[in-house]
């Protein structure tokens, strides 16, 4: 079809903007998810003997996902500039929950006979918790990192706005060039590459989910 | 449960916990909305707006947009509810279970395209306009309350349809009476998180020309007045928090007693 | 060693005027209990629900900490020593086993001694010995994963984890509390025979009276709060129980749990005119009226029982022999109870019943009479052997 081969054409002459924007895009969705990851691992493992804080740090992350995006990619604006710093600083917010939820949802898992036999035998918490807990949480945790990682490859279109760059600049120079040639393949550049990298990396982290999860508990957490 | 809508949610038991992240919810929102008030008001009241930043903040102009925003949201989230809700109880009726997982899927897949590129595709097909921007945005929050809808409907008791058909009531009476009473916090959560999507994808909507409060915001930027775009940002903010809170009042009135 | 009635020695788990008092709660879980666990012996705790059983237990390797009194492990305060470190030392087996899913049956039994560091080649010897211990074949079983499991195999599995690193002592919280009765019997019979074998120290948690006859050298009979009723050795307790606490919890079949006392090895077993494939008809029915019996029994070629066969299947010429008689369905095993012996014979209705080793080869039979002839001779009261 026509309109499939004048987009290939496009993409072809403009190889290096696709790939430099594919590179943003990838590299906030790494940053956004180890730094997202690592801070809801450790809170949510802070706080797995508490049922408070436990709750309280849930309700904090899902407040910042009922922000709008646009609200929270400019609010920081004021303090930290345009580009990526309130970029990342809004992707990250809302990268949180999926993966603290996970984390907190699948150490409550844990099937408390096991925990019981662990202290039984001699296991310190710390070895109990890095040994038996965490892998055994882990694939429901990979779960909410997939969810996470796929929030932010869709969200991160927006950063274009505040000059963050991404997928989402190419969005916004087509429809800043409408109806000139070449703006209606600009802007399908931005949607179809957000999807594919997103179908991409989710296809990795469920690979990544199958070695690293054991068979002995493969097939028993199930992905929303 | 909160918003099903946006994240994997594996199944676990609810315990008897006396704060549950439900009730937390209507505490932390007001709090956090609060403080974002007070700054607003703060830099409001005591910073020194020049010109073109006053311009900007018109508050007339700020009413009309948020109106506008309003506006956008309310009749797409209706939308929504129209097309999502029916379309949900007739997919998990009995006859249908394939076109049932088809449709979640392949829902599912489309939360991976960008909303800003949705609503710019959207503006090619359309043309600019109110009615784009509603499509657009109902498009984009049909899944959390088709989901729900479906969730909902199925996570009710067997035995209490089987109940129910046993005392000769029609399929229609065992929906109204009996499965639909029992799926409303379910979709309730759905129609709660889609509200709040409506209303923040809305202040996108000043790409196509559709106004709201983005205006404000697209405006500071471009004329790169830092206080303005933080009024419009924090604004559009409040006014989702302000909805997500009606919302989870609205999920925590509106479960049947008993459920 | 003798059987039952252990050495008066050194105890080797002492509990001096042990209490735990939950807060909020009126009564203490445990009151004021003092009970020594003598070493190479069992020790069963029993009594009804909510008595503090359990909590005993769990104050020994202090998974709960007393709120008073002391508790001496080989003679050390346990309360003075690292909780981690005193646990590896204790075997800890309990009802819903606990293995870690993730991991393989040869990972999860060799969980202590890796935490004792023991070198590779030790551990590896040590996990293919346990298993060998608990009838899993290790070659099958070493690398599969507990959701592969019946429930009787993973508390077998259990059990070997549980002896990994060759502790002195092991406690049991009602093990086999989860497992069908038929499953049951057969571990119990099985870790008896183990016992004997490794003359552990253990402490044993169950509610059912019957299995505490059965398993115990000792029984601690509880109250609530833990407070020892009677603890005495089993036929002391059957037959003059303390008070009338102990003699309904006993309910009234306390002298037919006498039964439960003796084994199928205390009696003289029968030998039995066996025939084996191809029978033939006349030196069968020879064979039997040489003998004086109506009965035979058929094994096959791996000496396993098949069938009883009588005269009048003998004689009937309808039906291949092979096939005539009716088959044995149930078999006793020498740590099998009387009880048990008593019930398969009424099974049978031939007053007979058949025995067999642990790998299910023909032993002999014993009948009802020589049964009840050691009974009667034993007389009442208690008994030593």
Known sequence: MEGISSWFEYLSERWDLVFTALGETLVYVVTVTLAAGLLAVIVGVATRHHAFSKELSLAIASVFLTIPSLALFTIFIPLVGLGFVPSFIALFLYAILPILRNTTAGLEAVDPSVLESAKGMGLTPGQTLMQV??????PVMLAGIRVSALLTVGISAIATLVAGGGLGDFIKSGLARLPLPNSLEAIWTGVLLSVLLALAIDGALLILGRFTTPSGIRGKSKSA | MTSLALSAQPSRRSRLTTWGSEQLDLIVTPILALALATLLATVWFYSDFDETTSRILEPSELARQAYQQLYLAFFSTLLVIVVAVPVGILVTRENFPSVKDGLVTVL???????????????FVWLGSGALTVIVALATFALLPVLRNTIVGLEQVDRSVIEAGKGMGMTGFKRLTKVELPLAVPVIVAGIRTAVVINVGMAALAFLIGGGGLGETINAGLKLNRPSAIFVGAALVALIALAFDFAGGLAQRYLRPKGV | MTSKGPEVSEPLIRLEHVTKQYHGVKEPAVRDLSMDVQPGEILVLVGPSGCGKSTTLRLINRMIEPTSGHIYYEGEDVTKVDPNALRRRIGYVIQQVGLFPHRTIAENVA????LLRWPKKRIKERVDELLELVSMDPSIYRDRYPNELSGGQAQ??????????????????????????????????EFLRLQSELRKTIVFVTHDIDEAVKMGDRIAILREGSEIAQLERPEVILTEPADEFVENFLGSGAVLKTLTLRRVRDIELAPMVTLRKPVHRGQ???????????????????EHPLRWIDERALNSSERAIESAGRPITVQVQPEDTLQDALSAMLTTSSGMAVVVDARGKYLGGCTIESLASLLLTAGNGSSSS
Do not use: C, H
């Open chain 1, 133 to 138: 807990q965490l892998p055994l949480a882990w």
């Open chain 2, 108 to 122: 599912g897949l489309g939360q991976a395209i960008p909303a800003y590129g949705l609503i710019v595709l959207f």
């Open chain 3, 111 to 114: 969980t202590v001694p890796k």
């Open chain 3, 156 to 189: 077998r599995v259990g059990v070997a984890r549980a002896l990994g690193a060759d502790p002195d002592v092991l406690l049991m919280d009602e093990p086999f509390g989860a497992i069908d009765p038929i499953t049951r019997d057969r571990l119990q019979n």
């Open chain 3, 284 to 302: 069968a029915l020879q064979a039997m009226s040489d003998a004086g019996v109506g009965t035979a029994v058929l094994l096959d070629d791996q």
